[in-house]
């Protein structure tokens, strides 16, 4: 079931619900239940935002998403294609997916997307992982999200309620 429900976030379009998340020069928006955590990290002259969410359901089940968008220029639109951002996928996943399950790519007239769905472990836990690449003219939007523990009605709803909500603007 788990599954279906991460398929159908990287396909079916988006619907806002409570607090829409697009920093300036950012191309996409993201809305969460709630209030987001923002970070600011900066590495040599370059700092960034990490925008995290995180919400704890039980004991047993958490949702954990953490965004990047950074400006880019349209040469990076150009370059990144099917491959290289499936390819790119894979490497920000290589320490969270033991299994991939599937990848996908699609282009529409202002960007470019493709996603990963896995799984992963978080200690003995298992979880379910999505990463999404969002690339346009000028930004581009990574997205790493878990569905960490057992399986729950409401944390598969909000899970994929708020990777629904990515859209270009």
């Known amino acids: 079931m788990r599954l279906i429900l991460a398929l159908l976030a990287l396909y079916l379009p988006s619907f806002a619900f409570a607090q829409d998340y697009s920093p300036e020069g950012c191309d996409f928006s993201i809305t969460f239940p709630a209030e987001p955590y923002i970070e600011e990290h900066c590495e040599a002259d370059q700092c960034y935002k990490e925008v995290s969410y995180t919400k704890v359901l039980d004991l047993n089940t958490s949702i954990k998403i953490k965004v990047i968008c950074n400006p880019v220029g349209d040469d990076i639109y150009t370059h990144y294609s099917a491959e290289i951002m499936k390819e790119t996928l894979k490497a920000m996943t290589d320490q969270s997916v ?21 799984e992963g472990l978080k200690g003995l836990t298992s979880t379910l992982y999505i990463a999404q690449l969002w690339i346009a003219k000028n930004s581009a939007l990574s997205i790493e999200a878990e569905l ?14 708020i990777l629904k909500s990515i859209q270009y603007k």
């Open 98 to 118: 033991i299994q991939t399950f599937d990848s996908s790519f699609r282009e529409e007239e202002h960007y470019k997307q493709a996603g990963l769905v896995g």
């Open 148 to 161: 960490i523990g057992d399986a729950s009605d409401e944390a598969d709803t909000l899970f994929s309620d």
